[in-house]
Every structure is written in structure tokens, then in C-alpha cells.
């Protein structure tokens, strides 16, 4: 069975950190691509961070470039984002996702195959 099940968001006051987790299992856990996305109420979900192949590649959206770090651990099939210095407009839900093959589209919702239920970050002002 497919599936992301992401973990490790919660409240933290401006400035702090969180690292989020993603465990997958079955065929979501793509080595090509995995991902991060995000989406506050009334907003479409936007791109955050993607991990490429092996590991050795990441990019990353311009507002959490420097402040993000994503990972992964192909060993217990899992994908991390650190975050650091977090502000009030990172409050958001975030999302795992993952596709078995690359795409230079990674920005895309629609080019993921697997999605997780999300874990919300909040950030008070």
C-alpha cells in the first residue's frame, strides 16, 4: 500500500524551528522525487522544497531558501524539512508528496502521484 504519513508540525513562537517528518511506504516512496508542499485556507497549495534522486539534489521555493533544509533517510524510507527561523507567514499545512519519476516541473501539484493528509505549522504573529 502507498502512502505518506507526515508528522512533527505544531505551535512555535517567531524565530523558532520545527522539522517536519514524512514516512512512506509501498511505491510512495519515490527516489526520484519527494517533496514538500503547502497550503493556507483559502490559498492554493504552493510548492516548498523538493529532494531529488539519492539525496544530493534539493531545491527550494525563494521565501524559505536559507531557512529550510530537506533531507532524506533512504534507509527508513523517510523525508525531512527542517525549519529554521520560522515567521508568521509560514503558517500553513503542510503536505508530502512524491513522484517516481523526475520532472523539471517540481513546482507542480499535478505532477505527484502520492500526497499525505498534511501537519500543520503555525507561526503566531
Known amino acids: 500500500q502507498e502512502q505518506l504519513v507526515e508528522s512533527g508540525g505544531g505551535l512555535v513562537a517567531a524565530g523558532g524551528s520545527l522539522r517536519l517528518s514524512c514516512a512512506a511506504s509501498?511505491?510512495?516512496?519515490?527516489?526520484?522525487?519527494m517533496g514538500w508542499f503547502r497550503q493556507a485556507p483559502g490559498k492554493e497549495r504552493e510548492f516548498v522544497a523538493v529532494?531529488?534522486?539519492?539525496?544530493?539534489?534539493?531545491y527550494y521555493t525563494r521565501a524559505v531558501r536559507g531557512r529550510f533544509t530537506i533531507s532524506r533517510d533512504n534507509a527508513n524510507k523517510m523525508v525531512h524539512l527542517q525549519m529554521n527561523n520560522l515567521r508568521h507567514v509560514d503558517t500553513e499545512h503542510y503536505y508530502c508528496?512524491?513522484?517516481?519519476?523526475?520532472?523539471?516541473?517540481?513546482?507542480?501539484?499535478?505532477?505527484?502521484?502520492?500526497w499525505g493528509q498534511g501537519t500543520q505549522v503555525t507561526v503566531p504573529s
Open positions: 529532494i531529488r534522486g539519492p539525496g544530493t539534489v534539493q
Open positions: 509501498g511505491r510512495a516512496f519515490s527516489v526520484p522525487l
Open positions: 508528496a512524491s513522484r517516481p519519476v523526475f520532472t523539471v516541473r517540481y513546482d507542480l501539484t499535478s505532477r505527484y502521484a502520492y
